[in-house]
């Protein structure tokens, strides 16, 4: 079985950390490589890494999520590096069950499923309420339902948690770090994936993690972030929605003929890119 490299960014959630911490530890079936860093790294998150099993690396000031990501791959060294929230908790056989896909292609995009309390989504099991924080998560009952919440089917997904081979990570060169502090980064991460010649992008129905949905974003709500779809647009030359729904189908459910859609105008795009 092929270890990850699970990174994690943290901003002063040291109680949701703690969540995805023992979840990991808890779940699943091999350790895996666990690399915290923390953004405004001060006393509390010294005392909760002291003796924990995992690499850490921090900021005094808040860098946002991409810059964090981008420092903790680094640290890496397994040949896969897995972007998990820090606001989520893994579930027996969410590592397991994406095992089956890391060799269909050198260029891949893995997912796994969110479960959460709110509305359902293509890429999220909605409508799940085991809890929205850690003092009302009902992890018992979640670990004895989570069975019968699996999908029998695999979605094209960005969604987090994401497994990227290493060496795709490395080439592309990660987060685009003008997405501060983070809102937009994940179809900007696929764009550069897809330009560098990935088209599966597979969300695994079986592999399942709870999210509590926002709990750290919520937090920049009041300060003015990127207009990240302006962005997008300027950088590409396509925009964002179009990117999403009529190139990568996302929340589409993965067919044969559905990926032959895709590898037909992914071959459209790069011969629209070509020099």
């Not at 999403?244 to 044969?256: A, C, E, H, Q, W």
């Amino acid at each position: 079985m092929k270890k990850f490299s699970v990174i994690i960014p943290s901003w002063k959630n040291i109680e949701l950390l703690d969540m995805a911490y023992k979840g990991l530890q808890r779940n699943s079936a091999i350790e895996h490589e666990i690399i915290v860093f923390f953004n405004e790294y001060g006393a509390e998150e010294a005392k909760w890494v002291s003796g924990k099993a995992v690499i850490s690396d921090s900021s005094p000031v808040n860098l946002g999520v991409c810059a964090a990501v981008n420092r903790a791959a680094k640290l890496a060294t397994t040949d896969y590096i897995c972007f998990m929230n820090n606001d989520m908790y893994p579930l027996p056989g969410w590592d397991t069950a994406l095992q089956p896909y890391l060799d269909l292609s050198d260029k891949i995009w893995i997912s796994s499923t969110p479960i959460e309390p709110g509305k359902a989504n293509p890429c999220a099991i909605g409508s799940c309420d085991y809890g929205t924080s850690p003092e009302n998560f009902r992890a018992d009952d979640l670990l004895h339902d989570y069975p019968k919440l699996k999908r029998p089917y695999n979605m094209v997904s960005t969604w987090t948690p994401s497994i990227i081979p290493k060496s795709n990570w490395d080439a592309i060169g990660g987060f685009d770090e003008h997405y501060f502090p983070g809102y937009g980064s994940d179809p900007d991460l696929a764009m550069k994936m897809y330009n560098y010649g990935c088209t599966l992008f597979i969300g695994v129905g079986t592999s399942l993690v709870y999210h509590f949905a926002r709990k750290t974003v919520l937090r920049f709500d009041d300060q003015k972030p990127i207009d990240f779809k302006t962005y997008f647009r300027k950088k590409w030359g396509v925009s964002r929605r179009r990117f999403i729904d009529n190139m990568l189908y996302r929340g589409k459910v993965i067919t044969p003929g559905l990926l032959e859609t895709i590898r037909r105008k992914h071959e459209k795009w790069r011969r629209r890119c070509a020099p």
